[in-house]
């Protein structure tokens, strides 16, 4: 799937169908069903949770591309020919669920992993407190974060004693009460050997489209042109619609509006973390969004009083007289470069 990925990123479209195609069915296609049997496996052994339902339905999802991948590709189609770009056609959307979504797959799979042997009461709470102590020093560094099969948030953080570190795996969201240690390693790989395997994570916009079928992106000026706009005005007006072209909104929005859009996508993120610090900077990320959309319209109404200002820029402020060096003719041959005069060594 990351083959598909990554092609599919540099590729003209047809191309990419029949890359993504052929990776399929040399890599994939036949250990598919295994995985998918593998992957089910593992989730009828973990606990019920609201989010295991859309795993299943995701793995059925799969399951259904793979088939009709499968189905139409099995029928032979000359090379470069018209009923093959049909056939790419025709499982480009399945191979694009493949891409999306085969992770999910491959990560419930792993679910067969046999942690190891957890701390007793007495070490969780010794170590619980030393690395508490370490996070109010500021000497508690985070490293990564993934959720386990019982909806437990683990983190991975180095706690540093005079000036030796440990790593640690935290139960928890470190910045709530009640996080506690749940192991302590020697390092980050012994680590992942012991601890419950990572789950799929989720998505911001469940229902989002495919990033392989995105719909065709709406017209964007760039903020580069609109300067170099301001640079060749001349009048009032001709500046005044570079800001208005700046500050638009709707379908073809102006670059401080879709910035907007970016805060405002990124508070969702945030806040859909749901941690303390993803709140906390989700609240951040508001208030920057109200002052930018603040700035948007001072900008919109300062670029309509420029415009009535029906002003030009004054005569003295002529264009310097360009300079132009003339180019060698073509048949010219560069002069030799200078050689560099002997200098007397001087010996001691």
Request: aromatic share 4%.
């Amino acid at each position: 799937m990351a083959v598909i990925d990554r092609e599919t990123e540099t590729m003209p479209a047809a191309e990419a169908a029949r890359t993504a195609a052929e990776t399929y069915t040399t890599y994939l296609a036949p250990h598919a069903d295994a995985l998918l049997d593998t992957a089910r496996s593992a989730l009828d052994g973990m606990p019920p949770a609201p989010h295991t339902s859309s795993w299943r339905a995701l793995l059925d999802a799969l399951a259904a591309s793979h088939g009709e991948i499968v189905r139409v590709l099995g029928q032979p189609c000359a090379p470069g020919s018209a009923a093959e770009r049909e056939q790419h056609a025709a499982v480009w959307p399945h191979l694009a669920v493949w891409a999306d979504h085969g992770s999910v797959a491959a990560d419930l799979a792993e679910q067969h992993h046999r942690p190891g042997p957890g701390l007793t009461e007495e070490e969780r709470q010794l170590w619980t407190d030393m690395a508490r102590a370490a996070r109010r020093r500021g000497e508690l560094d985070l490293i990564e974060s993934w959720y386990v099969a019982d909806g437990r948030l683990i983190t991975l953080a180095y706690l540093v004693e005079d000036d030796d570190s440990t790593v640690v795996a935290l139960a928890g969201d470190p910045d709530a009460p009640g996080w506690e240690v749940v192991g302590h390693y020697a390092h980050e790989y012994a680590a992942g050997q012991a601890l419950p395997r990572a789950v799929p994570p989720g998505v911001l916009r469940p229902g989002a489209a495919s990033r392989f079928n995105r719909p065709v992106p709406s017209p964007e000026q760039p903020l580069q042109d609109l300067v170099q706009e301001v640079v060749e005005a001349r009048t009032a007006g001709d500046a005044s619609e570079a800001l208005l072209s700046a500050t638009r909104q709707g379908y073809n929005a102006g670059p401080a509006v879709r910035l907007q859009h970016l805060l405002s996508t990124a508070v969702e993120f945030s806040h859909a973390l749901g941690t303390v610090q993803g709140r906390q900077i989700g609240a951040r990320l508001r208030a920057l969004e109200r002052q930018l959309a603040f700035l948007t319209r001072e900008v919109h109404d300062a670029a309509e009083d420029l415009g009535a200002t029906v002003a030009v820029l004054p005569p003295h402020r002529a264009p310097e007289p360009p300079q132009v060096r003339p180019r060698p003719a073509l048949e010219t041959t560069p002069p030799p470069a200078p050689q560099r005069s002997a200098r007397t060594v001087r010996r001691p």
